[in-house]
């Protein structure tokens, strides 16, 4: 019989269970480091197909490698006529991120390279999934809008497209690129619990597409990527900035959450918040961004006053995300399309020394049970 072990760290706060090169969040000082290059450098400054190369081991590219490397993308945005018929029939009013994490279960059934775990073969899959991943997006609205679907424009960059394939219209320079940087922000963010869904997962040589999948369903969660829509709905219930203080303080009290703040690892504020606002204030010329920013700091200053906790990376993307024209239950679905890069990085890198990940539990249940048959119970 097992001895008792000693009990465990809830939530797994502060487990190392992997060394990466990928990333560094450093909480204490409210910095983000890409492969060794602060995010506060990048963000503005590179373009989402510049971190995916250097997330999947490239290093940033030269002007030669990226517009090499972008039409790679660019060429994959495009999915089998299979999964286009599965987004068709799924319920109308299916949560686009559960559609997401099911139409890449199914994206494995057709991929050319889907029983592979190769290099050359995990590096054709990375470009396929990274690209279709925004693809479904794109084509979910699409479908729901009643309009048809767009296929991507070769002349236009990773973000672009999206919000071109999304809208049917090729967006402004100013919304590429704010877009743009959108995704550079949530490109990756160490050991999240969606990375580590990720890595546990291939760690078992399950495969590329059951990785994405996995992490996709641990994103959706309200504690995770699912906040960024919750943030919009709750700048919707307040309505008017007057009202802020007694919303809050009345979900403070019913012992609610308020989405968009806190953090595991920040105890400072989140550096791509501050972007994020940043983006929001550019965007406030349109009359509805104003008024949700209006919102959006007085909730910031209240919530910092009574707990002494910062908005995260989930809380102005709703804002800066509603501005691009992205309804609130896309939100996710987009952090979903940056974070696919970090999840596809930390998947490869997994597979360079992988050994399976399979950490232990505290058994808590009694021992010596007397057995009795089904019958006589
Ligand atoms: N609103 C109110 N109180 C909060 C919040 C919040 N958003 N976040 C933390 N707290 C409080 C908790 O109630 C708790 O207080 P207590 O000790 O008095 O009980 C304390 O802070 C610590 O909270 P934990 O849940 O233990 O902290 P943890 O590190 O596990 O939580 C989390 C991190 C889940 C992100 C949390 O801050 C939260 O629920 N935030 C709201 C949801 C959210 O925005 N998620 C997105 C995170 S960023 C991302 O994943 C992309």
């Not at 971190?51 to 089998?80: C, F, K, N, S, Y």
């Not at 002349?155 to 497209?161: I, P, R, T």
């Not at 008024?291 to 700091?297: D, T, V």
């Not at 020394?353 to 399979?358: V, W």
């Amino acid at each position: 019989m097992e001895k008792k072990r000693k009990p465990p760290v809830r939530g797994l706060e502060g487990i190392v269970a992997a060394d990466t090169r990928l990333c560094y969040v450093d909480g204490q000082n409210g910095k983000l480091y890409y492969c060794g290059y602060d995010i506060d450098e990048l963000a503005g400054r590179v373009c989402f197909e510049e971190i995916v190369h250097l997330l999947w081991g490239g290093g940033l590219p030269d002007l030669d490698t990226l517009d090499d490397w972008r039409p790679q993308l660019v060429a994959e945005m495009r999915l089998p006529a299979q999964v286009l018929d599965l987004l068709r029939m799924a319920p109308p009013g299916a949560n686009p991120m559960v559609l997401l994490r099911t139409a890449v279960s199914a994206l494995g059934l057709w991929d050319p390279d889907g029983g592979r775990n190769s290099l050359p073969a995990n590096e054709r899959k990375a470009r396929r999934i990274l690209a279709q991943v925004a693809t479904i997006v794109a084509a979910i609205y699409r479908l729901r809008q009643g309009e048809p679907i767009i296929t991507a424009d070769k002349s236009l960059g990773f973000a672009a497209n999206f919000l071109y394939m999304f809208h049917g219209k090729v967006p402004s320079k100013q919304d590429q690129a704010v877009f743009d940087t959108l995704l550079v922000l949530h490109a990756d963010h160490g050991l999240a619990a969606s990375t580590f869904a990720a890595r546990a997962t291939v760690s078992t040589l399950a495969g590329m597409h059951s990785a994405i999948a996995a992490a996709l369903a641990s994103l959706k969660g309200p504690l995770h990527g699912g906040a960024n829509t919750r943030v919009m709905e709750m700048l919707e219930d307040i309505g008017d900035a007057k009202r802020v203080k007694a919303y809050v303080d009345g979900m403070l009290s019913s012992g609610q959450r308020i989405m968009g703040f806190g953090h595991r690892v920040y105890k400072t504020e989140d550096p791509r918040s501050r972007h994020l606002r940043r983006f929001s204030q550019k965007l406030s010329k349109r009359a509805r961004t104003k008024a949700l920013l209006e919102i959006s700091s007085q909730i910031e200053r209240h919530v910092l006053e009574k707990k002494g906790i910062f908005p995260n990376v989930d809380f102005y993307s709703a804002t800066v995300q509603e501005a691009l024209g992205i309804p609130k239950e896309y939100f996710t679905c987009t952090f979903a399309i940056a974070r696919t890069a970090g999840w596809i990085g930390h998947v490869l890198e997994q597979f360079t020394d992988n050994r399976l990940i399979r950490p232990t539990s505290n058994y808590t249940g009694g021992f010596g049970k007397k057995f009795v048959p089904v019958a006589k119970r």
